[in-house]
């Protein structure tokens, strides 16, 4: 059996193709060529072109036959075309902004998407309201088009080794920095999915496994559980071995939690991956809580270029972090105290901590 890869030196990529070759793929990687990987096998074949020249796709694409094809980078829509009936499989992949409202929160009302949102959940079919989400749903429908039975995957922010704009790194270099805190909105608790490249792969290679299941299927990818912000910054600062204080403001005031929040609104972006689940038993290889402090390690060792973190739009201004934090401690100390006729309670139906009391001292079987 012949396989093609087109991309694989992404975050993905060496773990798909190593997946490949262990179910009995010879395997070809289509790739610029400007990015070699040590982790892929010497016995992969590499074919170098520019995936976006629909001339040097046709080049490639159309001399030649494979079992499958695994299209995870380049000018997708084109790709799906050239390669109908020249592959017995197609898979791809695309992105989660296809969904509406991941990329424009006030899409709905009120703002935010559903939670979870399913990947059966409305699209968007208004360019107005996102050109690059309208884009990815086009392309969505030119991939089934011509490749019926093809399997699609929406990916979300990826984590881990080879991401180049990581969200991670806004945490680790402050980490590295010794700052003693850091600001986050709303008690850092928006829910944003992400993916572990690991655990990305693992699901593609698993709907592979499945063709009766998976063939003509389009899939939220995300890991199984969904980390807030503020349970991102405490790991991370823990396998580190840093201590620091989360400093809690209103959205509207922690503004260099913007970046960390990748959005104009603190609204969450929560994938429903159950059809992952149910189609091909998909569960996380490795546990998100384990997977981020891998991945803030490997951006220890392998800190970002200058140019890379401008794509973060953080200036890691600590003097005016540290002016803000100062002014919201003097503006929470100035406030008065509030005379409470009856202090508002957490309703008698709550029995946790600083709950109702037990109503008996001792429990009998």
């Known amino acids: 059996m012949r396989a093609l890869m087109i991309g694989g030196t992404g975050p993905t990529g060496p773990h798909i193709v190593r997946g490949l070759l262990e179910r009995g793929f010879e395997v070809e990687m289509l790739h610029s060529g400007r990015n070699e990987l040590d982790e892929i096998p010497d016995e992969v074949v590499h074919i170098h072109a520019d995936v976006y020249d629909p001339t040097q796709l046709e080049t490639v694409l159309t001399s030649r036959t494979w079992d499958l094809c695994m299209a995870s980078y380049g000018r997708l829509r084109t790709i799906a075309k050239l390669m109908s009936g020249n592959v017995g499989r197609f898979l791809s992949i695309g992105g989660l902004p296809a969904l509406r409202g991941y990329m424009n929160p006030w899409a709905f009302e009120p703002n935010g998407m559903p939670v979870p949102t399913r990947a059966d959940g409305p699209l968007v079919q208004d360019e107005t309201l996102d050109t ?3 884009r990815i749903v086009r392309t969505e429908e030119a991939v089934l088009q011509h490749q019926p039975e093809a399997t699609h995957f929406r990916y979300p922010f990826v984590y881990g080794p080879r991401q180049p704009v990581p969200r991670e790194w806004l945490i680790v270099r402050r980490v590295l920095d010794a700052r003693p805190h ?10 944003h999915h992400f993916g572990y490249g ?6 593609i290679l ?3 496994d499945r063709p009766e299941k998976t063939l003509g299927q389009i899939y939220n990818a995300a890991d199984q559980e969904v ?28 503004v260099p939690a913007r970046p960390l929040i990748t959005q104009p609104l603190p609204t969450h972006r929560v994938m ?23 991945a803030a390690r490997w951006l220890v060792e392998n800190p970002l270029t200058k140019e890379q973190e401008a794509m973060l739009q953080d200036p890691f201004d600590y ?4 002016e803000l934090i100062d002014n919201w401690r003097r503006a929470v100390a100035s406030m008065p105290a509030v005379n409470w006729t009856e202090e508002p309670g957490y309703g008698l139906a709550y029995s946790g901590p600083g709950g ?8 009998e079987e």
């Open 206 to 208: 698993m709907a592979i």
């Open 132 to 134: 690059k989400g309208f």
């Open 356 to 363: 109702r009391p037990r109503t008996q001292s001792t429990y």
């Open 227 to 254: 980390l807030t912000l503020r349970a991102a910054c405490e790991l991370i600062a823990a396998g580190l071995d840093h201590e620091w204080e989360i400093i809690n403001m209103p959205w509207e005031l922690a």
């Open 319 to 322: 003097a005016a972090e540290d």
């Open 272 to 294: 429903d991956v159950s059809k992952m689940e149910h189609d091909f038993g998909y569960r996380d290889k490795v546990p998100p809580r384990e997977a981020i402090v891998q």
């Open 198 to 203: 690991e655990n990305l792969a693992h699901a």
């Open 182 to 191: 850091i600001v986050l909105p709303d008690g850092g608790l928006t829910l």
